[in-house]
């Protein structure tokens, strides 16, 4: 590999390998070098190719990211850690959710939900969850806390927390909320709900002002078959 090439372009040329037993020595040692990069942006586009790349290595580098100085990376590092299904990622990952940085909280908390749900000798952490959602002052993290739980059958008591972002008065919320619930669908989660959520995704269509919230709203809407 060219070690004088744009690290964004090097990043990109790997990103582009279908699986992480394409990647070579000297892909793994430039991914090991970028993970101290100085541009933060280089780390935090690392953090989202090691998305793609469920191993061990992989792994390794992105839990070094968890103790990043910039919180974004730190945040994405949490996001991308979800494939995991290692009880050493997991016990990281707590370590994040007492993060000072709300966003950093979040995706912590989402990320233990995908690993529960993928492995089910941790389902003794959800009690954690429902501790911690009780705790939690954002209104935001909570909605976090909440995905984790409907995830992993608890939506009955606790998608209201997801659904009253719907209607808040910050468009990035409202946003999160319409991610959070089309992720759901996904993993076929809250099906059962699904007239409900119909209802209020129709009601907030119609008076929502914001161009990017109603995009997804219809894009929502669209893959779940609701109008």
Not at 2 to 21: A, Q, R, V
Not at 28 to 41: A, I, S
Not at 125 to 152: D, P, T
Not at 167 to 173: A, L, P
């Amino acid at each position: 590999m060219n070690l004088d090439k744009d690290p964004f372009d090097i990043l990109d040329e790997i990103n582009k390998l279908p699986d992480y037993t394409k990647l070579s020595y000297d892909d793994w040692n430039m991914l090991e070098l970028l993970k101290n990069h100085y541009d933060y942006e280089i780390r935090l586009y690392l953090c989202e190719v090691l998305s793609h790349f469920h191993c061990q290595r992989s792994e390794n580098i992105l839990i070094h990211l968890l103790n990043d100085t910039e919180n974004l990376v730190v945040a994405s590092a949490c996001d991308s850690l979800s494939y995991s299904k290692s009880s050493v990622v997991l016990k990281e990952l707590k370590k994040h959710v007492n993060s000072k940085n709300y966003i950093v909280r979040g995706y912590a908390y989402m990320s233990i939900g995908e690993i529960i749900n993928r492995e089910s000798s941790f389902f003794d952490n959800i009690e954690f969850l429902i501790i911690s959602i009780e705790k939690e002052k954002s209104i935001w993290v909570k909605a976090g806390i909440a995905y984790a739980l409907c995830l992993n059958g608890f939506s009955a008591e606790y998608l209201i927390y997801i659904e009253k972002l719907l209607f808040n008065d910050f468009y990035n919320y409202r946003l999160f909320a319409l991610n959070l619930l089309t992720e759901l669908f996904k993993f076929c989660s809250i099906d059962k709900y699904k007239k409900q959520i119909t209802e209020k995704l129709v009601f907030m269509r119609q008076n929502d002002k914001n161009s990017i919230v109603v995009k997804k709203i219809d894009s929502l809407l669209d893959s779940i078959g609701g109008r």
